[in-house]
């Protein structure tokens, strides 16, 4: 079974750019999550969708923003870049929700993205 | 206000040695606990999952415990081989508040394995 695909890798932009990020989960999962992770917060928590529709969303400015579409497949985009949104963006499947659920979530190896 | 704390922060070991990593957490109500490994460059891999009633849950050389009543857990490596190097990270679920997604995240443990 394929795990979780993020792309791409790694990505270079500049401040003021915006950037898509795309997650494909594992087949058959229908929540699909954002994290952020930087070396002094650890990962936090960007949102949550299931069956095309946002759950959840952490607390970030409306910069970023999310779509999941039919096939559960997923996409993050952050407009006008800052200096400060240079991290690794993970995004995470699992079967449930991960509020409650005893189903571990699955994570991609990520997207690093760098802000010049 | 719901916190995971992980300690050490860092930690260096030889091959074959044994170590102990510490997870002290606040959520309320508790649901599961989770180990994390994360290699570099690398995204989380799932080790375990506790619930409430669990105390103990192995994975190869990793043992995860649970004190639900201290609120505290700790995960276990024995005869550390290299390929250990990595961070842990501990993670625990809320039935409700928490975060917004319901999990709450250590900042993790680096894990070093020395020849």
């Known amino acids: 079974k394929a795990g979780v695909t993020q792309t791409p890798r790694y990505l270079i932009k500049t401040r003021g750019q915006q950037v898509t990020l795309s997650c494909s989960p594992i087949s058959g999962h229908r929540s699909v999550s954002w994290y952020q992770q930087t070396p002094g917060q650890g990962l936090q928590f960007l949102f949550e969708?299931?069956?095309?529709?946002?759950?959840n969303k952490g607390n970030f400015p409306g910069r970023f923003s999310g779509r999941q579409f039919s096939n559960s497949r997923s996409e993050m985009n952050v407009s006008t870049l800052e200096l400060g949104d240079s991290a690794l963006y993970l995004c995470?499947?699992?079967?449930?929700?991960?509020?409650?659920?005893?189903?571990?979530?699955?994570f991609g190896d990520g997207t690093r993205l760098s802000i010049l | 206000k719901n916190q995971v704390e992980q300690s050490p922060q860092s930690l260096i070991i030889l091959e074959g040695k044994n170590c102990t990593l510490q997870?002290?957490?606040?959520?309320?109500?508790?649901?599961?606990l989770r180990w994390y490994k994360q290699d570099t460059g690398r995204g989380p891999v799932s080790l375990t999952i506790?619930?409430?009633?669990?105390n103990t849950k192995s994975n190869g050389r990793y043992t995860a415990t649970l004190d639900a009543d201290t609120k505290q857990s700790s995960l276990h490596i024995t005869a550390s081989q290299l390929s250990d190097s990595a961070s842990y990270i501990c993670v625990v679920s809320a039935l409700s508040g928490g975060g917004a997604d319901g999990l709450t995240f250590g900042k993790g443990t680096h894990l070093i394995i020395q020849p």
């Open positions: 506790m619930t409430f009633s669990e």
């Open positions: 995470a499947s699992s079967l449930f929700s991960p509020r409650g659920s005893n189903q571990p979530q699955h």
């Open positions: 969708y299931f069956s095309e529709t946002q759950r």
């Open positions: 997870c002290n957490y606040t959520v309320s109500p508790f649901s599961n």
